[in-house]
């Protein structure tokens, strides 16, 4: 049979900047076969990351026949820049989950945390995955009055969904706090070293994946999809978009979900007083700390300062988080500072299931918030049930679906006002625009050219790459992302690269280049 076989090398990511886990993760050979134009496949899957590599896994265990199409390649987007906690609780706390919804909603929630935990361990026993899996403890704790009660609603939320947690008087930290909590049960790992395990099981379980395979549409014929790339039709019953956010034109989770940058970075210290549980914050922008070893190097690893992206500033927010982490460390050096992205649901809950407004047989998974390794595990349990029974446990309270008139009215308004904020002011405001010549080396910025916007870049060599800065998406105005040397869509979250070529969606189509005269 013929067979295509995967590039060997230090794995790729969405951005400039490299992750620890991309450095890290080791030559992968994965050898697939090369699909055939006329099979119909039972699933195709959209997306090589954590969702889309186990729900394809979960499926194809089940005696499905499964096909994955990853634009990139495996481990390219949000799972290849997480910082890999593994929490028996969620962003999204309970109380306000029980708050917004009812107890047995943040009871099931809890539940769901529990099966994706459980999943995640059962997957590296059962096929011993070396991906540096280790059990933690979770700290969490207060600094000022007004977290402190905070703390203790979440608290009394989290023993009402049934979760383990106890009250503490120590925490491993420098910082002065209020009060704290103690979760047994928790997990860290080294994502894309898990990642490569399950594309290797789903393999040779007979799993087929097309890398660099951009889906561009979907159209039905009979009881099946026929799904169209540049490398020719997948025709599949069912279709998951494990990517994130739904591709292609606008639809409904667009406006209900916000898309977010984070910041992680990886230091050495000076006084090897590395953490060896997990530690949170509660201030405004968060943190949380962790250590990991990677060729018998500690690092703490540090993240948060989060901001809408295309809004924020990414060198700041880095600079933030290290003057945070040498507040409380000896640091000696960081070594590693990447960013990646994720989606806040409207209500707090992430939308997992049939697509709204799509053909049946559709799936979608997103609304992950900051919680991307459990739930996406979560969504994989979901989908694969769903699929192959047509009634997951979870269905209520994941179905995309679902209206909450009070439950994250107030932050989807704030969104969409936000949005259409964005279409307007992109386009009208006038602003001060400096000279090319002005603009340093290795940064881009959306000036006015001619009497038009264009997204100019100037690379290391002074070469300038102009490009139309209107989002293939939804035609809002993209923005520089100075750090990752992007282009980001503040709307939805769509990101190119610095030659306007799609990184992530929800665009399909790359953003347009511009000729400039001129130009050496």
């Known amino acids: 049979m013929e067979q295509e076989t995967k590039n060997a090398g230090r794995q790729a990511r969405d951005g400039d900047n490299t992750s620890l886990w991309q450095d890290s993760a080791g030559q992968n050979h994965v050898v ?3 699909p055939q134009i006329d099979q119909i496949y039972d699933t195709l899957i959209v997306g090589a990351g954590i969702t889309g590599l186990t729900t394809a896994l979960l499926l194809q265990k089940a005696g499905k026949k499964c096909i994955i199409a990853e634009a990139h390649e495996p481990g ?5 820049g ?11 706390s309970f109380d306000q989950v029980e708050k917004d919804f009812d107890l047995d909603t943040s009871k099931l929630f809890a539940e769901s945390i529990a099966d994706s935990v459980a999943l995640i361990s059962e997957n590296v026993a059962a096929y011993q995955i070396d991906c540096d899996f280790e059990w933690k403890q979770a700290f969490l704790y207060a600094e000022t009055e007004k977290e402190a009660k905070e703390l203790e609603s979440l608290y009394q939320g989290v023993i009402n969904s049934g979760v383990k947690v106890d009250k503490t008087e120590s925490v491993p930290t420098k910082a002065i706090f209020e009060n704290a909590l103690v979760f047994p049960g928790q997990a860290q790992f080294h994502p894309l070293k898990y990642l490569a395990a399950l594309l290797e099981e789903f393999v040779k379980s007979g799993g087929i994946i097309r890398e660099n395979t951009l889906i561009d549409g979907t159209e039905i014929e009979g009881d099946y999809h026929i799904c ?3 490398k020719g039709i997948i025709k599949a019953r069912n279709v998951v978009y494990a990517t994130h956010i739904p591709p292609g034109g606008i639809n409904i989770l667009h406006f209900r979900c916000a898309p977010y940058r984070s910041y992680v970075i990886a230091a050495t210290l000076k006084d090897e007083s590395y953490p060896a549980d997990l530690i949170y914050d509660m201030q405004d922008p968060y943190h949380y700390i962790r250590t990991h070893v990677v060729d018998g190097q500690q690092y703490v690893v540090a993240g948060g300062h989060d901001h809408k992206t295309g809004h924020g500033d990414p060198q700041q927010s880095f600079a933030d988080l290290e003057a945070y982490l040498r507040s409380y460390y000896e640091v000696d050096q960081v070594v590693y500072r990447w960013s990646s992205q994720y989606y806040v649901p409207a209500d707090g809950l992430p939308y997992i299931g049939k697509l709204p407004g799509a053909a049946d047989g559709i799936f979608a998974a997103t609304g992950f918030n900051g919680n991307g390794m459990n739930l996406g595990t979560i969504s994989a349990i979901a989908l694969s049930e769903l699929i192959l029974t047509g009634r997951p446990k979870y269905e209520d309270i994941f179905s995309p679906a679902r209206i909450k008139p009070i ?7 704030k969104e969409s006002a936000d949005v259409a904020f964005r279409f307007i002011a992109d386009r009208f405001e006038v602003e001060k625009i400096p000279s090319l010549a002005e603009m340093q080396n290795g940064t881009g910025q959306v000036v006015k050219y001619q009497d038009q916007k264009v997204a100019i870049y100037k690379d290391n060599f002074g070469v300038i790459h102009a490009l139309n800065p209107v989002c293939t998406h939804a035609k809002c105005i993209v923005a520089w992302n100075t750090s990752e040397k992007s282009w980001d869509c503040p709307c939805h979250g769509a990101r190119f690269d610095c030659d306007g070529h799609v990184l992530t969606g929800p665009a399909r189509e790359d953003l347009e280049k511009i000729e400039l005269r001129g130009q050496k």
């Open 407 to 413: 439950a994250g009215f107030t932050e989807m308004v």
């Open 82 to 92: 997480t910082s890999a906690h593994i929490n028996t609780f969620a962003d999204t």
């Open 32 to 34: 697939s076969p090369v």
């Open 228 to 230: 169209n790339s540049a």
């Open 76 to 80: 390219f987007g949000t799972t290849g």
